[in-house]
């Protein structure tokens, strides 16, 4: 899975929206997401990462139809949706 390629570094380089995905699809938060992003190489520090940080912290238990929304009204572009296979529109 690209959870545990991602987890256990055994991937090469992960785009950004992929691991974001990962991270929202598995509902991980900002406790797992963030060490998760590191070891791909991304941080969320910094004003553009900003409504990602938040959609960890706040968004957990959404779908990735309402994460996708929330990042649209930021003016941000919505993750991939077919990284988050268990997000089905339905919890």
Do not use: W
């Amino acid at each position: 899975s690209q959870y545990r390629k991602l987890k256990y570094g055994r991937t090469r380089q992960v785009i950004f929206d992929t691991a974001m995905a990962v991270c929202v699809g598995l509902d991980l938060g900002l406790e797992y997401g963030v060490p998760l992003l590191e070891k791909a190489g991304y941080s969320l520090e910094g004003e553009d990462r900003f409504p990602y940080k938040v959609l960890l912290a706040f968004y957990r238990g959404h779908t990735i139809f309402e994460c996708n929304e929330y990042l649209i009204d930021q003016g941000v572009k919505p993750l991939r949706e077919a990284v988050c296979r268990g997000s089905s529109g339905k919890k």
